[in-house]
């Protein structure tokens, strides 16, 4: 068997967010055939930095298609795919706690900005619970050493912190999925920074994309 020739391109790809047909444009720009020897993926990979899911209202998304396809990409070693809040919420709305609570409250606001996935993949349904699964075996972060990617924040001292919670690979033990959403556990901070950044306190409230109105707002770090 001839070997893969090592990895001489990393190609990082922000969030994509259900948007399927733009991702197929950017692979033909990339010249990213996966069946074609000469071509990028030959050397190269992908790094996908998270938040595949929960497209705007009225755009073009195709959640399953776009799953689909990072998935495949993954499993043939053709990608890396890193969690993003998103998928990090998309865990939290389909878990339930000890008390028979959600992880992540089901308002009306979480739910708007969920839908679009939800009504793609059935919620409930089989499929829905296999999407919530992957999600799950997806690594926070991942260091190459000349350089690395996370979804929102890199900061080396909650990385230290939060690796006693994470497997070999950087994704979340499965016994700690609760303590990630319970804003009395260490964890839950953890998560929040490296998936969203760092955040304080808005001098004057806004709307955000899909209408809800913020009082936290990011900061630079």
């Known amino acids: 068997m001839l070997e893969k020739p090592p990895i001489k391109r990393l190609y990082f790809i922000g969030d994509v967010h259900a948007r399927h047909s733009k991702l197929i444009t950017l692979l033909e720009h990339l010249d990213f055939d996966v069946t074609e020897p000469n071509s990028s993926a030959n050397d190269g990979k992908l790094v996908f930095i998270g938040d595949l899911i929960d497209s705007v209202p009225n755009c073009d998304g195709d959640h399953l298609a776009l799953l689909n396809q990072v998935e495949s990409l993954v499993k043939s070693n053709h990608a890396f795919c890193l969690l993003g809040n998103h998928e990090f919420n998309a865990i939290g709305w389909a878990t339930q706690k000890v008390d028979g609570n959600w992880a992540r409250p089901h308002t009306e606001n979480n739910k708007i900005q969920h839908h679009a996935f939800l009504e ?65 556990h260490e964890l839950f901070t953890l998560c929040e920074i490296l998936l969203k950044g760092p955040e304080r306190l808005a001098e004057i409230p806004f709307k955000d994309k899909t209408g809800k109105i913020r009082t936290q707002e990011r900061i630079k770090w």
């Open 120 to 184: 793609a993949v059935t919620e409930g349904s089989k499929e829905h619970g296999r999407w919530v699964t992957w999600f799950k075996s997806l690594p926070l972060f991942v260091d190459f050493e000349s350089v690395r990617a996370i979804h929102a924040c890199w900061d080396e001292q909650v990385i230290e912190s939060i690796k006693p919670y994470l497997n070999p690979d950087n994704s979340l033990k499965e016994a700690h999925w609760l303590d990630a959403f319970d804003e009395t």
